[in-house]
């Protein structure tokens, strides 16, 4: 299991995604790019060379419940229990 925090997309920072069960990652918004946070798209743009099996999202903004439908992806919210 890997975490990621408040960060925007850094591909040197995220190495030690490579195969992880679950990456665990701060989503603010689905194409918003902000300078301090990981949106989606990106994270889909990139996710080939993440190389993780699961993707789990969280910190995400009140905009993003609507696209939860669109998500190719887990949402870790607060007291959900993820099996690994």
């Known amino acids: 299991m890997v975490p990621h ?3 925007p ?3 040197r920072a995220l ?3 490579a195969g992880s069960t679950p990456f665990i990652c701060e989503d ?3 194409d918003k790019k902000i300078k ?3 949106d989606y798209a990106t994270l889909v743009r990139h996710r080939p060379e993440l190389g993780c099996r699961r993707l789990a999202l ?5 905009v993003m419940p609507a696209m939860m439908q ?3 992806a887990e949402t870790a919210e607060e007291g959900k229990r993820v099996v690994l």
């Open 5 to 7: 925090g408040l960060l």
């Open 9 to 11: 997309y850094q591909p």
């Open 15 to 17: 190495r030690a995604v």
């Open 28 to 30: 603010y918004f689905f």
């Open 36 to 38: 301090s946070h990981t």
């Open 58 to 62: 969280t910190h995400m903004a009140d």
């Open 70 to 72: 669109h998500l190719e």
